[in-house]
């Protein structure tokens, strides 16, 4: 990455917390990936629960390892369920974890979350329960507005997801929405956290490299 871009990267951040205090959430940012995974660590106390959302941030950049090395917190982890029913409790018991953990599909310059979920236990997650959610958001997923946050969910995360997951969506298919109604559709809910009601519940890592879809 060129020192200049990486310099927008920093001068975008600024704005960007600035935005999000304004909107009653705490923001930080991170250069790379290892200092993301540092300061994630340090939110996240011991003897606490954590659970988090399904994220290729959270993979790629190294948090997702890093929950999983700690000994001293009880991480709810759906891939271990054994059954549709603990996966299901798995899900209800996330909404009273101490800390969880998600990225974010969108955030503007102005401090906007923009999030577009199938299940829809992430975005519930992010409005109610969890006493804290840690956010890590590659700068790849800032955006002037609402409206190309969400265009670039529809356009971007979207189908990319879809092949990921195997979905049988047409966006899957061809690589752009057809704003569908398919059984497997991914986009049932859309969520736009324009504040959050209690303060700095909410934390913002924005990481200077491009991460997830």
Do not use: W
Not at 19 to 38: F, H, I, Q, T, W
Not at 64 to 86: H, Q, Y
Not at 114 to 137: E, F, Q, S
Request: net charge neutral; proline share 3%; hydrophobic share 35%.
């Amino acid at each position: 990455m060129s020192e200049i871009l990486k310099k927008n990267y920093e001068n975008q951040a600024k704005t960007v917390i600035k935005a999000l205090e304004k909107r009653n959430m705490k923001g930080y940012y991170c250069p790379d990936c290892a200092s993301a995974v540092k300061l994630a660590d340090e939110l996240v106390p011991t003897n606490t629960t954590v659970a988090f959302g399904g994220s290729m941030t959270l993979s790629e950049s190294g948090v997702m390892d890093m929950l999983k090395s700690r000994e001293d917190i009880r991480l709810i982890d759906r891939s271990k369920a054994k059954t549709p029913e603990e996966t299901k409790q798995m899900y209800r018991d996330a909404f009273s974890s101490d800390v969880y953990f998600m990225s974010t599909n969108a955030i503007t310059l102005d401090g906007e979350l923009i999030n577009i979920d199938g299940n829809g236990n992430r975005v519930a997650a992010l409005i109610y329960g969890p006493d804290k959610i840690v956010m890590v958001v590659g700068m790849n997923k800032l955006v002037s507005t609402v409206e190309d946050a969400v265009n670039r969910v529809r356009d971007i995360a979207a189908p990319a997801n879809g092949v990921r997951l195997n979905k049988q969506t047409p966006c899957a298919a061809t690589g752009c929405c057809h704003d569908c109604l398919s059984p497997e559709c991914m986009c049932s809910h859309t969520v736009i956290t324009r504040r959050c009601y209690t303060a700095d519940r909410i934390h913002v890592i924005l990481v200077g490299e491009s991460l997830g879809y």
